[in-house]
């Protein structure tokens, strides 16, 4: 019965920035793996970027080097920092966790980058 819930969506200019959040409740196994996925109009959700609770880190190419995540354990929270948004990055980003116990979502939050 975990729950995550993001926060931090919006709408930004191209080359803006923004920070997305994930708070996660319940019962949360030590090992586990955090992300970001996102879905676009008409496309398929896709990774962003996950970070292990140890801190091992996997980004997708089409945001290495403007995005950065991490997570502080103590709080069950994992962080989006968004830099240099594209009008591309246009999606519903998804915050994932992925445990031996199976696999949550949240519910999503809305970042748009206007032209």
């Known amino acids: 019965q975990v729950q995550l819930v993001e926060s931090g969506g919006g709408l930004v200019q191209a080359g803006g920035s923004l920070r997305l959040s994930c708070a996660a409740s319940?019962?949360?196994?030590?090992?586990?793996?955090m992300g970001w996925y996102r879905q676009a109009p008409g496309k398929q959700r896709e990774l962003v970027a996950t970070i292990t609770n140890g801190g091992t880190i996997n980004y997708a190419e089409s945001v290495k080097g403007r995005f950065t995540i991490s997570r502080d354990n103590a709080k069950n929270t994992v962080y989006l920092e968004m830099n240099s948004l594209k009008p591309e990055d246009t999606a519903v980003y998804y915050c994932?966790?992925?445990?031996?116990?199976?696999?949550?979502w949240g519910q999503g939050t809305q970042v748009t980058v206007s032209s």
């Open positions: 319940g019962r949360i196994f030590r090992l586990n793996v």
């Open positions: 994932r966790l992925e445990a031996v116990e199976g696999v949550d």
